[in-house]
Nanobody, 119 residues
Framework: QVQLVESGGGLVQAGDSLRLSCAAS????????MGWFRQTPGKEREFVAN????????NYADSVKGRFTISRDNAKSTVYLQMNSLKPEDTAVYHC????????????WGQGTQVTVSS
């Protein structure tokens, strides 16, 4: 079992930057693939990025590639999402999630943090 708590959301203007953090507690953080997802009302949850546990291999949605960077600090049991050049369409509740490598389904989810980008 792992508990996830996101922070760092807020209200910003288009073009600004934000860094989201997700602190994990529970079992060994370094064994999990960590991901960021986002959701807006009336839409399905959207994959944003993920990072593998040890090698740090990353994957991004096309919509954020080149603007967002996912990273992790296994010593601090924390995963980050650096978001640059934010756009109004990035407005959403951002959730971090954890899964074991190779599993397509994420087993553990945080409550989410709201990001609002004004034009």
């Amino acid at each position: 079992q792992v508990q996830l708590v996101e922070s760092g959301g807020g209200l910003v203007q288009a073009g600004d930057s934000l860094r989201l953090s997700c602190a994990a507690s529970g079992r060994t953080f370094s064994t999990y693939t960590m991901g960021w997802f986002r959701q807006t009302p009336g839409k399905e949850r959207e994959f944003v990025a993920n990072i593998s546990p040890l090698s740090g291999t990353t994957n991004y949605a096309d919509s954020v590639k080149g603007r967002f960077t996912i990273s992790r600090d296994n010593a601090k049991s924390t995963v980050y999402l650096q978001m640059n050049s934010l756009k109004p369409e990035d407005t959403a509740v951002y959730h971090c999630a954890a899964t074991y490598p190779g599993r397509p389904r994420y087993d553990y989810w945080g409550q989410g943090t709201q990001v609002t980008v004004s034009s």
